[in-house]
C-alpha cells in the first residue's frame, strides 16, 4: 500500500448530506509482486504536478477549490517506488479502478505497461471534464478494455463494480500467506460508508449501493481483507510500504 498524499475535498464529496466541512482523504496505489517477480500496480493516484499546485486539476472549472491534490516530494509515486528499489520501467502492469484524477493521475509514467479498464469505464471518461484527458487520455497509453470480471494476472482478478463511476472495478488479490486481499477502490470510500448506507455521492446510487455490499459479502465469504479506497482511519492500521507487506 503506497502512500501518495491526500485529496482535500469539501465532505459533502463523499457524504452529500454533510455540510460544508472538508476532509482530508488519504490517496493510495496498491503493489503487487507477482510469483515471477513481475510487478503490477492498483491505480496510479494523482499527478506528480501536484506537489507545486494543488489546483493542478481542476484550476478554472466548477471543481477548483472542492477538489484539492495535496502531496510533498515524498508522495511522489515514483518516490513510493523508489524506496522499494523500483522504478516505473520495473511496473509490468496498471490496473486502474477508475479513471478520476487521483486514481489515475499518474498514468503517464507506464506507456510500457499493460493497463487494464473496463470498456464502459473507458466510453464514459472518453472526452468527460470530470476525467480530465491529460492524464489518463494520452497516445503512449493502449488499455486493454475488459467487459467484466477478468483475471489480469495469476492471484489477481478484477470484478466490475459499478455506481460510483460506470464501468468502476474492484481488485481481488490472492496471496499465499494473507490470503484474499480486496481492493474496493471507491466502491465503498471509507468504513463509514456503510454505516451512513448513503450512496448519493456515486453516479448511479442504487448500482453504488449493490456493489458494496457485494464486495463486503465476498470479504465475509472468504475471511478476506476489504481496503476501502479512501478511508481517514483504517490506513494508520494497514501496512505502508516500505515498512512491512502483505504476503
Known sequence: MLDLGVCDCTASTVAPRSGGSRLRLPVS??????????????????????????????????????????????????????????????????????????????????????????????DFARDNPDYPARFWDLPQLAYELLDGPAEVAPGVRVLPTPGHTPGHQSVVVQLPQTGTVILAGDAVHVASSFERDDWTAHHDPVAARRSAYSLRELADATGGLLIYGHDRARPQSLRLAPHSSYR
Open 29 to 122: 496505489a496498491y503493489l503487487v509482486r507477482l510469483a515471477d517477480g513481475a510487478h503490477l500496480l492498483v491505480d496510479t493516484g494523482m499527478h506528480r504536478g501536484h506537489v507545486d499546485d494543488p489546483d493542478l486539476a481542476w484550476r478554472g472549472t466548477d471543481s477548483q477549490g472542492d477538489l484539492r491534490g495535496v502531496m510533498t516530494p515524498a508522495d511522489t509515486l515514483t518516490h513510493r517506488l523508489g524506496e522499494l528499489g523500483l522504478t516505473p520501467v520495473d511496473v509490468g502492469y496498471v490496473v486502474n479502478t477508475h479513471l478520476h484524477f487521483d486514481h489515475a493521475g499518474d498514468n503517464d509514467l507506464f506507456p510500457h505497461a499493460r493497463c487494464f479498464a473496463q470498456r464502459a469505464q473507458v
